[in-house]
């Protein structure tokens, strides 16, 4: 059974991009430190290769805030890898002021093995062994973020450590088999089970989904919010797609929000066993100011024809988000009206 679910898993879920978007490269000048020659090179930024319990080896990436509050693992969606994820991983770093570290699963970019439902739950155990072994990371300060597909691997790590920090969800999934076919029920062969497990989750959940959504579509989020123990308010974004959820003001404003107040919940439990999530927002939608775009962080980062802000700056002008050149999900429209990329 397990040989045939990750064939199915193959075959609709995973789309690496071809060829990978990045190269990596042992430096013998610097005790052979990995870097990657198509993106600027910085000293607060580790690349790394971890070898999985599966026995394939994943490109990781860590960048280090001087001032982090936390640390955010983040499992990218389909269709892409850290070249194309690079500058999106630093600029959050810099405006929610947290260490990040991104990997690549098995089979995309840089990493060895073939995509599937197992070496994806390996792929995020290796990362997670990674930070709390070479980082220091206690569970306490460690949030999870699944993007799309990426939600599969993470819910299942927050559905087995009990004492993280938090979890965002963004444009989630229910299952595999949900996203092409309304299942009232799981089957056996169905992949990344998020509706199973989400109730094992015992932390804080944001999540965020478009109401637009194509592929993946917003009942999803929906659903599993609905399910989670600890809800915090989420960010229905009006109009928002799959692909370009980061072009929106109220994205990152709502994404710092959620951090902050983890930070100050953490602060004032004292090691209870319950996360006090903030409550004082909870009833009350989140509000969109322009003001708010770009008080995320002190220090304004440089900024790059990609950057976070200019992308941000053309979607307040324009009302109409522009297609994100860094989508993680950039497939054909065949696959996308079929639904075959989540």
Not at 103 to 124: H, L, V
Not at 328 to 335: A, E, K, N, P, S
């Amino acid at each position: 059974m397990g040989g045939i679910t990750s064939s199915i898993a193959a075959k609709f879920a995973f789309f690496p991009p071809s060829p990978p978007s990045y190269t990596l490269i042992s430096d013998d000048s610097c005790a052979g430190r990995f870097y990657i020659p198509e993106v600027p090179r910085r000293d607060d930024v580790d690349f790394l290769r971890l070898r999985t319990r599966r026995g394939n080896e994943i490109v990781a990436v860590h960048i280090k805030h001087p001032k982090a509050t936390a640390t955010l693992l983040y499992s990218h969606g389909n269709a892409a890898d850290l070249g194309q994820m690079f500058e999106l991983f630093v600029e959050m770093s810099l405006r929610l002021r947290i260490n990040l570290m991104g990997y690549d699963y098995s089979g995309y970019g840089q990493s060895t093995g073939k995509p599937s439902e197992c070496n994806t739950y390996a792929d995020i155990d290796a990362v997670y062994k990674c930070l709390k072994e070479q980082y220091g990371v206690q569970d306490e300060q460690l949030i999870v973020y699944g993007q799309s597909v990426g939600s599969g691997p993470t819910i299942d790590l927050a559905s087995r450590v009990p004492n993280l920090r938090g979890v965002v969800l963004h444009s989630p999934i229910l299952s595999g088999l949900r996203v092409l076919y309304p299942a009232k029920r799981t089957y056996w062969f169905d992949i990344f089970k998020n509706i199973d497990k989400i109730g094992m989750v015992n932390c804080p959940v944001l999540v965020i989904h478009g109401t637009a959504d194509e592929v993946v579509d917003c009942s999803h989020g929906k659903q599993l919010w609905e399910l989670c123990n600890q809800k915090y308010e989420p960010l229905w974004l009006n109009g928002g797609g799959h692909c370009n959820l980061e072009l929106y003001p109220e994205f990152i404003k709502h994404l710092k929000k959620f951090v902050l107040s983890l930070n100050k919940s953490k602060a004032t439990t004292n090691g209870s066993k319950k996360t006090t999530v903030d409550t004082e927002n909870q009833t009350k939608p989140s509000e969109t100011g322009p003001s708010d775009t770009f008080e995320l962080h002190p220090d304004p980062p440089e900024i790059s024809r990609n950057s976070l802000d200019s992308r941000l700056e053309k979607s307040k002008k324009s009302n109409k988000p522009e297609k994100s050149r860094m989508s993680t999900d950039h497939v054909d429209r065949f696959r996308r009206r079929k639904g075959l990329v989540w």
